[in-house]
């Protein structure tokens, strides 16, 4: 179906409405997330475990999400956007609530599971819409208007959920962010349809599934669907470890680590808008070696000034952050270019690359002795292997539209 008339049947929501309806649904992730980062330092303490059993409601959400981006991307492109958005949606909510409501850790990591499966659907879906409803130039403007609105999520949700533990416990969170999963899914009913029945795969579920494989055959997709999503890599570490190097390493209270995590968050939300108004027009080669070396750069400073203070650990990865979302709307659009038809899968497989990658990082990032120093290794390795990656793709022969 023409994206035209994609917009022109949202009757409901209409154009703005529907933009701040993927907008929403992109924030879904860093409020999972960020909202309840103030309180997992003290969560060990409460459930009487280790801090390493309390991060993996961290590690388990995100694996799982993955897991449901790939599986609910495909599904859209047989059953329909709206479909799956419903049922992922439901399982959210469910889920948050059970998140809430849990007894020990292993039941919050059960639920967090749940939730992790049910965001999947619903950023898969966002993704998707993008593509079916936005094309060209305005498909990467709406990209960094989305991903720099989103950027509000992570700057609040911090704060937000220190401010909360003035008030409850860590369960606070988890009823705030049931209640704005009953908002998306009220949005959701309201949004009309934009994958045609023509364009739907008609195949059976295990073939809709298969066409995961067949996009990611797509050399000239996969190639920078990984290059762009090593950003990942480091970047979870850091969500997954910023409050025990605030708060452990650096002796801030839990409402003065949200304030250094939102700087960051704020800083990091312009960037996407900082490309599409003044970046668009560089050399997309050597725009992107730019930001990949940048990385490098951050990723020295943390290990040589980073663990002394603070501001200086904010000063070295506040950089690297913002080249990260300067690069997202160029590489996600680069990405797009790169597969016709199949929306469903090519969505799920963006987001779960970057998410496993994430996942991995994450992990790793808590295995090191001193994890300022380790944080700031794995984001100079994350630009180097994005240099060489990328690199290597101009100089050969796979294709890649819309830069060589």
């Known amino acids: 179906m023409d994206t035209k ?13 529907l933009v701040l309806f993927i907008t929403l649904m992109n924030m879904f992730i860093p ?34 999400y993955a897991v449901g981006t790939l599986f609910w991307g495909p599904m859209s492109d047989k059953y329909g956007r709206k479909k799956i ?38 950023t898969a879906v966002s993704m998707a819409l993008i593509k079916d409803c936005f094309s060209g130039k305005q498909r990467e403007t709406i990209l960094a208007i ?31 962010l049931t209640v704005v999963g009953l908002l998306c899914l009220l949005l959701a009913f309201l949004y009309q349809e934009t994958l045609s029945d023509e364009e739907r795969y008609e195949g059976t579920v ?9 996009v990611g055959k797509n050399i000239g997709f996969l190639v920078p669907c990984i290059i762009f999503s090593l950003y990942n890599l480091a970047f979870m570490g850091y969500i997954a470890m910023s ?50 070396a940048l990385y490098a750069v951050c990723g020295i400073f943390i290990v040589v000034l980073g663990g002394n203070a603070p501001f200086l650990f904010w000063l070295g990865f506040a950089p690297f952050s913002l080249a990260g979302t300067i690069t997202r709307p160029f590489g996600t659009n680069i990405m797009l270019d790169q597969q016709s038809g199949d929306t469903g899968s090519a969505s799920s497989l963006i987001n779960g690359v970057a998410t496993v990658l994430g996942s991995i990082g994450m992990m790793c990032a808590a295995m090191w002795g001193n994890i300022v120093a380790g944080l700031g290794i794995m984001i100079c390795l994350t630009g180097i292997v994005s240099i060489l990656g990328w690199l290597l793709l101009m100089r050969s022969s796979v294709p890649c539209r819309g830069v060589k």
């Open 5 to 17: 008339q994609n917009i022109a049947k949202q009757k409901f929501l209409g154009m703005k409405g």
């Open 243 to 292: 409050s025990y190097i605030y708060v452990d390493v650096f002796g801030l209270s839990e409402q003065l680590y949200s304030y250094f995590f939102a700087a960051n968050a704020a800083l990091s939300m312009i960037g996407p808008m900082l490309y599409v108004r003044f970046m668009t027009g560089f050399d997309k080669k050597k725009f992107a070696l730019t930001c990949f």
């Open 85 to 122: 958005l419903l049922i992922g949606t439901i399982f959210y909510v469910f889920a948050s609530a059970a998140c809430a409501a849990s007894l020990n850790v292993y039941m919050l990591i059960a639920a967090r599971i749940v939730q992790g499966i049910g965001a999947g659907a619903i």
């Open 206 to 214: 295990l073939g809709s599934l298969g066409r995961l494989v067949a």
């Open 146 to 176: 989305v991903q720099s609105v989103a950027g509000l999520a992570p700057m609040i949700a911090p704060v937000l959920g220190a401010i909360l533990l003035q008030f409850t416990d860590w369960r606070g969170s988890f009823i705030v």
């Open 31 to 64: 409020l999972s997330t960020d909202l309840y980062l103030p309180a997992l330092p003290t969560m060990s303490t409460y459930f009487h475990v280790s801090s390493a059993l309390t991060n993996l409601t961290l590690v388990s959400f995100f694996f799982f």
